[in-house]
T-cell receptor, first 109, second 112 residues
Framework: RKEVEQDPGPFNVPEGATVAFNCTYSNSASQSFFWYRQDCRKEPKLLMSVYSSGNEDGRFTAQLNRASQYISLLIRDSKLSDSATYLCVVNLSGNMLTFGGGTRLMVKP | ETGVTQSPTHLIKTRGQQVTLRCSSQSGHNTVSWYQQALGQGPQFIFQYYREEENGRGNFPPRFSGLQFPNYSSELNVNALELDDSALYLC???????????FGSGTQLSVL
């Protein structure tokens, strides 16, 4: 079983749609959680940290459920520029990150 | 721009050769981590260096080795290259106590 699992997609959605990605992790001792965005063969960039209380940054909302070991990302009012791969990331300790395989999003006009 | 620079950007090697990849960390960052990203997969943690010592390692064989220098820059060395070593190699720097990592734009290694 992979340590961090994501649906690889692709998710093909029209502009303006709402789309949700999910991720599960296997190590209950994981300390912190993130969503990263990666454009084709470029470096990953931090999108947002994820907290149990939920957090929102503009059109993006992230949620952590520690009991279920489940992380989610919601994107509202999708833009063409949101097309990318979204990586679910878990930090067990010391910034040695474990990445999921990524979920590919394609937003179409 | 993150301030983390990697060189070279692209590299082609043949099986059995050795390769050295370089990374300059962002100013003020004392920790450097290396990741391998194969096509279609997420990055995999190789190892991390802090104050010139390896302080964490992922599931990679000993032919993957590294160094960190007093100025916190770092090298990743891979011996006896295999076809499966073809990947994007990412360097990330961070500062003690901070969770945010800053990634370089990577080195694309192709092993033929």
């Amino acid at each position: 079983r992979k340590e961090v699992e994501q649906d690889p997609g692709p998710f093909n959605v029209p502009e303006g749609a709402t789309v949700a990605f999910n991720c599960t992790y296997s190590n209950s001792a994981s300390q912190s959680f993130f969503w990263y965005r990666q454009d084709c063969r470029k470096e990953p960039k931090l999108l947002m940290s994820v907290y149990s209380s939920g957090n929102e940054d503009g059109r993006f909302t992230a949620q952590l459920n520690r009991a279920s070991q489940y992380i989610s990302l919601l994107i509202r009012d999708s833009k063409l520029s949101d097309s990318a791969t979204y990586l679910c990331v878990v930090n067990l300790s010391g910034n040695m990150l474990t990445f999921g395989g990524g979920t590919r999003l394609m937003v179409k006009p | 721009e993150t301030g983390v620079t990697q060189s070279p950007t692209h590299l082609i090697k043949t099986r059995g050769q050795q390769v050295t990849l370089r990374c300059s960390s962002q100013s003020g960052h004392n920790t450097v981590s290396w990741y391998q990203q194969a096509l279609g997969q997420g990055p995999q943690f190789i190892f991390q260096y802090y104050r010139e010592e390896e302080n964490g390692r992922g599931n990679f064989p000993p032919r993957f080795s590294g160094l960190q220098f007093p100025n916190y820059s770092s090298e990743l060395n891979v011996n006896a290259l295999e076809l499966d070593d073809s990947a994007l190699y990412l360097c990330a720097s961070s500062s003690t106590g901070e969770e945010k990592l800053f990634f370089g734009s990577g080195t694309q290694l192709s092993v033929l």
